[in-house]
């Protein structure tokens, strides 16, 4: 007798009972709660239920909290949805400290002889957490150049004031820290409760002959002391200052010096820096003086000896005064006591060369993360420029440091090397001052235009938008735009930018055409372009808080797509076969087709098949579920690094037949679905089963058959391909992700592939599964079936991920498994509200424990264990469905032949 037979058999049992005028009365009891082991920041509960289980059914309790006891019922409820009586404990964090709480539990159940849901609510209660403590943080270091120790500390006050902080510090390393040692910035001002107070320090000189000391803040807080993390600090005083000297000055070029540098000694401290600072007005110049300026930097770690240096960014006709410097890891800077001085001329060493001159940079369209940027190199001086672009960065120390492959300086190429150039700068930071800078470089050398600045919006209010299809004819491209959101402001325009001249146009300094709409996708064809020429082309949209863009493509007048649409071939009434290819695209993660029957052309927000391909560039795919007689269009497409580009639409039109009709039958003679195809006499058809549900793979083995004669009725015997169909989809880049947390959704469809031909789905109406989600037939399927049900706030919850326990009631209703006697067979089952289901799984043979005795049954069940669990349920015969190519599943994997038998890889 199956678990619903022998409920039924209990029930009209108790209805004899009734009418023998013998009353039993199931004394049940309100949930209850108790709020115990607080803290100051939430609280565990012991929730108590205790319902007759054969009139309702559990659906979830809920604990009501709030700060206000009039209030207590109109809060959110805090729901945790355990299912069976018993006793739980759950702990609520997240809240006030020293504060009083007031809490209720109520029990949402079901009838079972009708299906209504009742509400019962148990006790109220009050409880109050605890008071947060203060706590203190403290750093410290050492100055190894004057010999002193600096403390510094915050308090945070926690629910009460506090009255006393400081420091303690001792030279041993103490166990514990306390108020015998070292006390000192004793302080009695109060830090008012939540508050933190502002670092307070302490400078102090430590006792001679000392190495190391151990110092800890402190708070004072209702007569206890409360200490921060330990700060070591190792005491190393230094005994003698580097020495550097600036050996000789050389010409490089007409604006760059060569120098070579000395140091003799490090002066006891590790060198982090050292190089040559020149000015134009101070002859002793230094990094305090605001004349002095870095023009070249050689960086060294304790080491001594003769550097080169060249200076870089030198204007002719100017005196120049320049020093050696160097820096320690203490952070002060030692200059030379000698210094030189030079001038540049425009004939030094009869030199020509100058470096290209620029007009000013320009700025435009700021976002919160990018901004477009335009130089002009108005003269090249003489000598080609090899070399474009802007130097950027959010820090500006000297016009010298803004440099390329200065410290924190971030450069973009521009193409071209005379007259205008453009760039879309990406990446940048929202609410933060940037400066930027012209660069270029000849055969002289690198030169810089004038420094400006611009500050980025505080957030992201420019619309998004992708650049799509890209494709070509001997005079035009035709560009696919998509605005997915505008962000909050209406869209203004949209279109596309091209350009012959900028990698990275921007829409100041770029031709454009402007798409009609607003959101969604459109394409435009760009007309009259130069058949051979390479164009860079990108989407754009604009609202009143600026200019958004896609990424930036090259294509080149003439050229093929980069992806190309085939034939589509009918397959059956119902579904075709059709191929495609892409070139030209790398770290593509997806290829496939989209259709539709109500534009010509599709996108990825259409319907779509995913296909596999090889480690070539053809792939192909089944496209079924079409309307017989209906017209589509399809075209191939292909993903490559975030973006989606389409071939040609091709059009096609389901077939209507009449020529040879097949019915299948099991080997039972069971007849399990039948089609008519237009075939010919002599023709060859192949019977098969397509990869659930979506048909993107065939499976093997097939059967054929001759059509001896037009109009001939064929029976074909499918018994052996059916008993061996895959009922698991593998996912994308031949990965199947066994130790993925398996979902509601995908054990529905899993469900429909292997029972879904007993019996015909129906219609559910889950609020969070509407007409065109994409596996509502499967949900529809097992909640018509009884194999598994929604949720009290009518929602099946599709993306949610399954436990072990859940899955063993699924199995228990799908195979109507039997009661199994005793106790299960697992140490952590016993009283768990699943027990039962779990033993009558475990005796049917479809599910084991862990090694350790274990069953976990709150554990989320992964596709590697639902695919062993579906093989020995349905006892598959134990041997791959097909061509399998899973990258992330080993011959050595626990599961390898369940896997291989459950699903095909398709790459989809």
């Not at 004057?146 to 420091?167: P, Y």
């Not at 107070?197 to 409360?226: L, R």
């Not at 007009?359 to 003269?379: H, L, Q």
């Not at 420029?385 to 521009?414: D, P």
């Amino acid at each position: 007798m199956s678990m619903s037979q022998r409920l039924g058999a209990i029930f009209a049992l108790a209805l004899i009972v009734s009418f023998a005028a013998v009353t039993t009365v199931f004394a049940e009891s309100p949930p209850s709660a108790t709020a115990d082991s607080m803290t100051s920041s939430g609280a565990r509960f012991s929730i108590k239920l205790d319902v007759d289980t054969n009139l309702y059914s559990i659906a979830s309790y809920n604990i009501y909290l709030s700060e206000s006891e009039s209030s207590l019922f109109t809060a959110s409820p805090r729901i945790f949805g355990k299912n069976a009586n018993g006793t739980y404990s759950e702990t609520i964090n997240g809240l006030k400290s020293d504060t009083t709480y007031y809490y209720a539990v109520s029990v949402s159940k079901t009838k079972k002889s009708d299906g209504f849901t009742l509400h019962e609510q148990g006790n109220a209660g009050s409880f109050r957490t605890l008071a947060e403590p203060p706590s203190a943080s403290a750093s410290a270091s050492y100055n190894s150049l004057t010999n002193v120790i600096t403390f510094k500390g915050t308090v945070k006050a926690g629910s009460n004031d506090v009255k006393e902080k400081g420091f303690v510090y001792s030279y041993a390393d103490a166990a514990n820290p306390s108020q015998n040692m070292n006390v000192i910035s004793k302080s009695d001002a109060v830090v008012a409760k939540g508050s933190v107070s502002p670092e307070f320090t302490h400078i102090f000189q430590p006792d001679a002959g000392k190495t190391e000391c151990y110092v800890y803040a402190y708070v004072k807080y209702e007569e206890n002391y409360i200490y921060s993390a330990k700060q070591r600090v190792t005491i190393t005083p230094i005994t003698s200052t580097p020495s550097v000297a600036l050996i000789s000055e050389s010409y490089a070029s007409l604006t760059s010096r060569n120098f070579v540098i000395s140091v003799t000694s490090d002066g006891g401290a590790a060198l982090s820096d050292r190089g040559v600072i020149i000015s134009r007005t101070t002859v002793s110049p230094t990094f305090a003086s605001s004349s002095g300026y870095v023009t070249s930097r050689s960086a060294g770690s304790g080491s001594t000896g003769q550097t080169s240096v060249t200076a870089t960014g030198l204007s002719a006709g100017v005196t120049y005064y320049a020093k050696a410097y160097v820096k320690n890891n203490a952070g002060n800077y030692y200059y030379s006591s000698n210094y030189i001085t030079f001038k540049i001329t425009d004939n030094n060493e009869n030199v020509t060369e100058k470096a290209p001159s620029f007009s000013a940079v320009y700025i435009s369209d700021v976002t919160a993360k990018t901004a477009g940027v335009t130089i002009n190199v108005s003269s090249r001086s003489g000598s080609s420029v090899t070399e474009r672009g802007a130097v950027y960065s959010s820090s500006k120390n000297s016009s010298s440091s803004l440099v390329v492959g200065g410290s924190g300086c971030e450069k973009i190429v521009m193409l071209g090397d005379y007259g205008k150039g453009s760039a879309l700068i990406e990446g940048l930071s929202a609410s933060n001052t940037y400066y930027i800078r012209p660069y270029s470089k000849n055969s002289y050398g690198y030169s810089y235009g004038e420094i400006e600045r611009f500050q980025t919006e505080s957030r992201d209010y420019a619309p998004y938008v992708k650049t799509g299809l890209i494709s070509s004819s001997t005079s035009s491209i035709t560009v696919e735009i998509d605005v997915t959101s505008d962000n909050g402001g209406e869209i203004i325009e949209r279109g596309v930018i091209y350009s012959a001249r900028d990698n990275s146009p921007i829409l100041n300094d770029s031709s454009k055409k402007r798409a009609s709409g607003s959101l969604g996708s459109a394409q435009v064809t760009i007309t009259g372009l130069s058949s051979g020429e390479t164009y860079y082309v990108r989407a754009y949209a604009s609202n009143a808080y600026g200019v958004a863009y896609g990424k930036a493509h090259s294509v080149t007048v003439g050229s093929s797509g980069y992806v190309t649409t085939g034939s589509a071939s009918p397959v059956s009434d119902t579904s075709v076969k059709i191929s495609g290819s892409h070139k030209s695209l790398s770290n593509v993660t997806e290829v496939g087709f989209v259709y539709s029957a109500s534009t010509s052309s599709p996108t990825v927000s259409n319907d779509k098949a995913v296909a596999g391909y090889d480690s070539g560039l053809s792939f192909s795919a089944i496209i079924d579920r079409l309307t017989s007689g209906e017209t589509y269009y399809a075209r191939a497409y292909a993903r490559a690094s975030g973006d989606y580009y389409y071939g040609d639409a091709v059009e096609f039109t389901v077939r209507a037949s009449d020529i040879a009709h097949i019915r299948f039958q099991t080997s039972d003679g069971v007849i399990v679905g039948s089609q008519s195809l237009n075939a010919q006499p002599g023709d060859i058809i192949t019977a098969y089963a397509l990869r659930p549900p979506s048909g993107y793979a065939l499976t093997s083995p097939n059967v054929q058959v001759r059509v001896a004669s037009e109009g001939e009725t064929i029976i074909i015997d499918v018994s052996e391909i059916l008993s061996n169909q895959p009922y698991m989809e593998s996912q994308r880049n031949y990965r199947f992700e066994p130790e993925r947390n398996i979902t509601r959704v995908e054990i529905a469809k899993m469900l429909l592939a292997l029972r879904g031909g007993a019996q015909s789905a129906g219609s559910s109406s889950y609020a969070d599964v509407p007409d065109g989600y994409r596996d509502k037939a499967a949900v529809d399927y097992v909640t018509e079936a009884g194999f598994m049900t929604g949720y009290p706030d009518g929602s099946f919850k599709p993306e949610n991920v399954i436990t072990r326990a859940e899955v063993a009631v699924v199995c228990a209703e799908v195979y109507q498994l039997q009661e199994a006697a005793g106790k299960a067979p697992f140490k952590d089952c016993a009283g768990h509200w699943g027990e039962e289901y779990v033993k009558s799984a475990y005796s049917a043979g479809m599910i084991h424990g862990f090694p350790d005795g274990s069953f976990r049954p709150d554990k989320n069940m992964t596709r590697a264990e639902a695919a062993t669990l579906f093989a020995l349920a349905e006892k598959r015969d134990l041997k791959p469905v097909g061509e399998t190519k899973f990258t992330d599943v080993a011959s050595t994997h626990w599961a390898y032949k369940y896997i291989m038998n459950a699903a095909i890889s398709s790459n989809g």
